[in-house]
């Protein structure tokens, strides 16, 4: 079955950097748009950054816009996120997705694949 499996997660002080690695296996990685979310405890699931699967189109949101950049390597079957600057209330598990069929990649209800998900600690 499809397997998708983050890495990478760890704990950090504010204004720190780390990098996400999450890499899929038995499905067309290419096909497939890519998107990472988070979660903190109490708190619903919620977009981060999402890329569409020849990596040309991403969408971000607004608060890591400009502190956090999303990358695939389609040769690897690896999704990245580039984490910087990060602040206290980055603190979360954080999970990548993949979804195929165009939907609106915002919404987690979009995707078809999770993975399990990688702590991100930021202490300040």
């Known amino acids: 079955q499809v397997q998708l499996v983050e890495s990478g997660g760890g704990l950090v002080q504010a204004g720190d950097s780390l990098r996400l690695s999450c890499v899929a296996s038995?499905?067309?990685?290419?096909?497939?748009?890519m998107g990472w979310f988070r979660q903190a405890p109490g708190k619903e699931r919620g977009f981060v950054a999402a890329?569409?699967?020849?990596?040309?189109?991403?969408s971000y949101a607004d608060s890591v816009k400009g502190r956090f950049t999303i990358s695939r390597d389609n040769t690897k079957n690896t999704v990245y996120l580039q984490m910087n600057s990060l602040k206290p209330e980055d603190t979360a598990v954080y999970y990548c997705?993949?979804?195929?069929?165009?939907?609106?990649?915002?919404?987690?209800?979009?995707?078809?694949?999770w993975g399990q998900g990688t702590q991100v600690t930021v202490s300040s």
């Open positions: 890329t569409r699967g020849s990596g040309g189109s991403t």
């Open positions: 038995r499905l067309t990685f290419s096909s497939y748009a």
């Open positions: 997705a993949a979804e195929l069929g165009g939907s609106n990649l915002r919404l987690p209800r979009a995707y078809d694949y």
